[in-house]
């Protein structure tokens, strides 16, 4: 049973919300990813919304840009956690996105990442999960070794070679 819900306004959010459904996959999290839209297909929204704990959803990942509504409105509808995701927008760069998620009324939080941080919305899921599922946990653990270990690489690198030679 998927624990964790992705969903984004538009198919054309689909390259940047992958990154949340990659991150899941790397921590082994079960996940379903789909298309629905708040302002055009507000029935089938609020379907998914209302059912998706009865669904086994534990997290939300909502991805959105433009006037980005889609995150609020399922935590208005949702009673666990929910993630936005600002998508990068033509007219103003996704700031209007992400003032449209983090913007919410009392009692109606979403934890927002950066414009287009879907990779850690994936992450913030985990994290999320892992206070309950000690294998998750301890992948998360591993990950943040394995992110120590390249940046531990690249700095030997940039020391043995120099800048200009790192640079090329």
């Known amino acids: 049973m998927a624990k964790v819900g992705i969903v984004m306004g538009s198919d ?14 790397k921590f082994g999290i079960d996940y379903e990813i789909t298309v629905i839209s708040a302002h055009r297909m507000p029935d089938i929204f609020f379907d998914y919304a209302t059912k998706a704990e009865e669904n086994g959803f534990k997290v939300i990942i ?37 003032y449209s998620i983090v913007q919410m009324p009392a009692g109606i939080p979403v934890a927002t990442v950066a414009i287009d941080g879907a990779a850690n919305a994936g992450i913030l899921a985990a994290k999320i999960l892992a206070t309950s599922d000690p294998e998750i946990l301890e992948k998360l653990k591993a990950y943040k070794e394995e992110l120590k270990d390249s940046v531990v690489a690249k700095k030997e690198k940039l020391e043995k070679v120099g800048y200009k030679e790192y640079m090329k």
């Open 62 to 98: 909502a991805g959105a840009g433009g006037a980005a509504h889609l995150p609020g409105m399922a935590a208005a509808i949702f009673t666990m956690p929910v993630i936005g995701v600002p998508i990068h927008s033509k007219a103003l760069s996704g700031v209007d996105s992400l």
């Open 12 to 25: 054309s959010d689909l390259p940047v919300m992958s990154k949340a459904a990659e991150m899941l996959e």
